[in-house]
Nanobody, 113 residues
């Protein structure tokens, strides 16, 4: 079982930056594929970025967002630069491991124009 706790969301203006954090409990963090997803009001949850064997980004955030992880602190980060109003969403952290897929509770990011 893995528990994930996101933090770092907030209200910012277009062009600003935010860094989200996701702290994971449990062992074997380094073996998990860690990802960020987001869900805007009225829309389906969508992939943002992942960090495993490879680092992958959605086209909509490529060049603006950076995913990174600290396997000592059991934490994954999402650095978000040049934020746009369309980045407004609840951001979720996900951990995919040998025994399943785990989700955090989400953190709200709101970008005003």
């Amino acid at each position: 079982q893995v528990q994930l706790v996101e933090s770092g969301g907030g209200l910012v203006q277009a062009g600003d930056s935010l860094r989200l954090s996701c702290a994971a409990s449990g062992r074997s963090f380094s073996t998990y594929i860690m990802s960020w997803y987001r869900q805007a009001p009225g829309k389906e949850r969508e992939f943002v970025a992942s960090s495993g064997g490879n680092t992958v980004y959605a086209d909509s955030v490529k060049g603006r967002f950076t995913i990174s992880r600290d396997n000592v602190k059991n934490t994954v980060y999402l650095q978000m630069n040049s934020l746009k109003p369309e980045d407004t969403a609840v951001y979720y952290c996900a951990a995919r491991g040998k025994y399943g897929l785990y989700w955090g509770q989400g953190t709200q990011v709101t970008v005003s124009s």
